[in-house]
């Protein structure tokens, strides 16, 4: 009789420690290095306006261990947003790329999109050095950041700035937001890469 219940007890331990095995890895995937939203509240959401202390308190707190030269990137930040005092929203705005050239980490990566019949195509070009820019080349953004993100793995800082309506004119076609990517070099934060982002999944 004990015999039967002994059977039925070692399964039921089997197929808990079965069970058990998907949860764990599950667990330990979590712990993976993987790119972390901060989406920031509407008072620290406008790089130029935004308390500056509070902003960078805000994406320190996020990633731990914390990031270094916060303090530096949000400064680079601002020059491509705010106007010369760094206080002042310019709105959705075209930037000259060779104009912060000492900014720039190569390889730069700029991701090319434009919507076809209500399809997305997307073109990756890569530049190695100032040389290879085009003499005109630039991007939009604007005074808004609605999404930072950090990939550990890779070291890099993303910022996503939408166009808001009301601040600014113009654009390309179809464009919703500009996603402006940051690697650090020699302890300093620069621009790597470039994708504006269009619909319709924007």
Avoid at 20 to 41: C, E, I, K, N, W
């Amino acid at each position: 009789m004990m015999a039967p219940v002994r059977s039925k007890l070692c399964c039921a331990a089997a197929a808990l420690a079965l069970a058990a095995a998907p949860a764990a890895g599950a667990r330990a995937s979590t712990g993976m290095p993987s790119p972390q939203a901060l989406y920031l509240p509407a008072a620290l959401s406008n790089i130029c306006e935004a308390d500056q202390q509070a902003l960078q308190q805000a994406i320190l707190r996020h990633w731990q261990p914390s990031l270094k030269a916060i303090d530096q990137w949000t400064q680079l930040v601002r020059s491509f947003s705010c106007d010369l005092s760094g206080s002042k929203d310019l709105g959705w705005h075209r930037v000259q790329l060779r104009a912060y050239e000492s900014a720039i980490r190569y390889p730069l990566t700029w991701l090319d999109s434009e919507v076809r019949n209500g399809h997305v195509r997307k073109r990756l070009r890569t530049y190695y050095s100032a040389a290879q820019l085009p003499p005109r080349i630039d991007f939009w953004v604007g005074g808004q950041i609605d999404e930072i993100r950090y990939d550990r793995r890779a070291q890099r800082l993303d910022a996503r700035f939408p166009a808001t309506p009301g601040r600014g004119t113009g654009g390309p076609p179809g464009q919703c937001a500009t996603t402006l990517q940051f690697r650090q070099q020699n302890g300093l934060w620069l621009l790597s890469g470039v994708e504006p982002n269009t619909g319709p999944h924007c």
